[in-house]
């Protein structure tokens, strides 16, 4: 992808912009773009520098996206809306080719790096409350304010807010940022393809059982706010990529959202709102929650993954009313006129309760709230969702597993184990 019409190579120590921003270090990358964690020498302080490939194609989807989140940008001047910030753009002449740059505030690592952080267990259901209300708060920004609907939401466009603490962030404790090139470049240097290609080796090895989905997009992390999150350091997050946003009455394509975190009525082709982004974050919420995606969809003997995905939804959420079912364009490809799947004949329904407690050993109380929170927010009638704003008002984001801390023994050496008691005592608004 490093060649005409794509990724820019960069190397630390680069400048961009007349020699504003001043390239650190890598922090991830897409399918359009890589992010660099640059130093803006203007302001003294740090941002994400988000790269688009240069290729035409490439370079109207930033204009897009940069459209976006000029519009996120005015609205929100206070930067409180849980939504990532544009501060720069610029175009960028490099030996690809010309390539439109977004900078970016500089936010710390997605969802998906914690939940893997975390062992695929799933975090405390406190801190899944204190996620979900930041992405409520961006999603009712979005969507009430604005109009826009995401389209792509899922755990690596989410992500947390960093420099909490900037007395332990390394790169804010003193660190003198990088403002030349290291030594030994640009011949000796370490070049983007030799990392690059660590890096996959890496990543290949880290995602082994994990959906394709996930080996191919990046984020090599080194950033401290897993840590710090888990350490229950002030919870905040802000939603990310806006490429492929688009206007509630401005869509561009039917084909949207990732795999795992597709509507029905994407699949269907029955036309989509606001509502698509809500039955999404239901996805992440649950996934952040047991540390597994709710729907993994796979094609099968005579079946594929869209009817794969259809089944696998009925079987947690109950049959789809027969008129959602036959209502979508593609609805005949999978539902016959009864409103049954045509080539998946069994399934086994399981409701999300259950779900809950049979596989990922929720207390009873802990799943039927839970399941109380989700179901709603998978409504198979798109217009039955709640709203983000609706969905802040609901009283399970208000509830509260006290995590008591005790001091449970003391070694010999002095040393004092701490052990982690759950009390569950409901607090009210
Ligand atoms: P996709 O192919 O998923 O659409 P993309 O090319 O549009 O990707 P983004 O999702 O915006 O790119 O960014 C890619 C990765 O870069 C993110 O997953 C994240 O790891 C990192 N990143 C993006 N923006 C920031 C930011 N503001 N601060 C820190 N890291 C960021
Ligand atoms: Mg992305
Ligand atoms: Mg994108």
Known sequence: SYRKGGYHAVRVGDSFNGGRYIAQRKLGWGQFSTVWLAYDTRS???????????????????????????????????????????????????????????????????????????????????????????????????????????????????????????????????????????????????????????LKR??????????????????????????????????????????????????????????????????????????????????????????EMMFTPKCGQGFDEDEDHLAQMMELLGKMPRKIAIGGARSKDYFDRHGDLKRIRRLKYCPLDRFLVDKFKFSDTDAREFAEFLTPLLDFAPEKRPTAQQCLQHPWLNTRNLIQKEVKSESSLGKVEVGMSKLQIKVGK
Request: hydrophobic fraction near 40%.
């Open 44 to 198: 003294a302080s740090y941002v994400a520098l988000k790269i688009q490939k240069s290729a035409p194609q490439f370079a109207q989807a930033a204009l897009h996206e940069i459209e976006v989140l000029s519009a996120i940008a005015e609205g929100d001047p206070s930067t409180s809306k849980c939504v990532v910030r544009l501060v720069d753009q610029f175009k960028h002449a490099g030996p690809n080719g010309q390539h439109l740059c977004m900078v970016l505030e500089f936010l710390g690592d997605s969802l998906l790096r914690l939940t893997k952080y975390k062992r695929y267990k799933g975090l405390e259901l406190n801190k899944v409350r204190e996620i979900c209300k930041c992405i409520l708060i961006g999603l009712d920004y979005l969507h009430r304010e604005l109009g826009i609907i995401h389209t792509d939401l899922k755990p690596e466009n989410i992500l947390l807010v960093s420099a909490i603490d900037p007395a332990k962030d390394p790169i804010r404790s003193g660190r003198a940022p990088i403002l030349e090139k290291p030594k030994g470049y640009p011949n000796g240097g370490v070049t983007m393809n030799f990392i690059e290609k660590k």
């Open 202 to 291: 890496r990543a290949r090895r880290a995602v082994v059982g994990i959906s394709e989905r996930r080996a191919s997009v990046g984020g090599i992390g080194g950033n401290p706010t897993v840590e710090r999150c888990l350490n229950g350091i002030d919870m905040r997050c802000k939603v990310v990529d806006f490429g492929n946003a688009c206007w509630a009455d401005k869509q561009f394509t039917e084909e949207i959202q990732t795999r795992q975190y597709r509507a029905p009525e994407v699949i269907l082709r029955s036309g989509y709102s606001f509502s698509v982004d809500m039955w999404s974050f239901a996805c992440i919420a649950f996934e952040l929650a047991t540390g």
